[in-house]
């Protein structure tokens, strides 16, 4: 039998914002070079599960082993080390910043880090817009911005929340293709996605949390037979 590689185990794991306790208990994988969705309502605990694994959520306790490191022992600058990059929600683009500044901003912590040409491949968009001040780019060349600079770190586990909100078809398109190019690579991705025919173009595995919690697991192949219980778990 040819296992694959676990990337990321995450057992039990719990994790609050002072009083709040949010996550309760939530379990997952993810192997070497899978995209696996996290899938939910909107208080489903999914971002706080991708901030906890960052150490921008610090109370917290449970398993969470990232290629055999402990995450939970360690402090948020230690995460980045190990190529865990997490693309948030509001992509935090700089405003003043022009886009080559942007990118260059985060320190890069391996050497593995994609060069800038590489980065240009991927999203042509940006090329030639190193000049072009942050906030003068459209909401998908944001996203694009926001992915690019994590890669240029060197992370090769992309922690993705959202990506395709609130982006026209086409730019969808071009996340798509993108995500594929770095599945291709050996990059490993977890996407929170409330687009689920993006979610099914694009990942390996499905988790569907609830209250903080995992409550069911799909492949890919077994996500278009099921859609009535995802529907009735995402309350569509």
């Known amino acids: 039998m040819h296992h694959p590689v676990r990337r990321l185990e995450v057992e039990d794991l719990h994790s609050w914002y002072g009083e709040s306790h949010i996550l309760h208990g939530a379990s997952l994988h993810v192997n070497q070079g899978e995209i696996v969705t996290l899938l939910g309502r909107n208080g489903a605990g999914k971002t706080t599960m991708m901030r906890t694994l960052m150490g921008i959520v610090q109370q917290r306790k449970g398993r969470a082993v990232l290629d055999g490191q402990d995450l939970l022992a360690m402090p948020a600058h230690h995460v980045a080390?190990?190529?865990?990059?997490?693309?948030?929600?509001?992509?935090?683009?700089?405003?003043?910043?022009?886009?080559?500044?942007?990118?260059?901003?985060?320190?890069?912590?391996?050497?593995?880090?994609?060069?800038?040409?590489?980065?240009?491949?991927?999203?042509?968009?940006?090329?030639?817009?190193?000049?072009?001040?942050?906030?003068?780019?459209?909401?998908?060349?944001?996203?694009?911005?926001?992915?690019?600079?994590?890669?240029?770190?060197?992370?090769?586990?992309?922690?993705?929340?959202?990506?395709?909100?609130?982006l026209a078809p086409v730019i969808v398109e071009d996340i798509s293709r993108a995500l594929g190019e770095l599945k291709a690579l050996g990059l490993t991705i977890i996407l929170v996605e409330q687009n689920i025919r993006f979610a099914m173009a694009n990942a390996d595995r499905h988790y569907v949390m609830e209250q903080g919690r995992v409550v069911d697991e799909f492949s890919n192949e077994a996500l278009q037979s099921n859609m009535a219980k995802i529907n009735a778990y995402l309350g569509v």
Do not use: H, K
């Open 81 to 166: 080390r190990l190529g865990l990059g997490f693309v948030p929600e509001e992509r935090g683009i700089f405003s003043s910043l022009n886009v080559l500044e942007n990118l260059l901003l985060p320190p890069a912590f391996r050497p593995s880090g994609m060069a800038l040409e590489q980065i240009y491949t991927l999203f042509p968009n940006l090329q030639g817009r190193d000049t072009t001040i942050g906030t003068r780019l459209s909401g998908g060349e944001q996203q694009m911005l926001a992915i690019a600079r994590i890669l240029r770190t060197g992370a090769d586990f992309i922690l993705l929340d959202e990506p395709t909100e609130g």
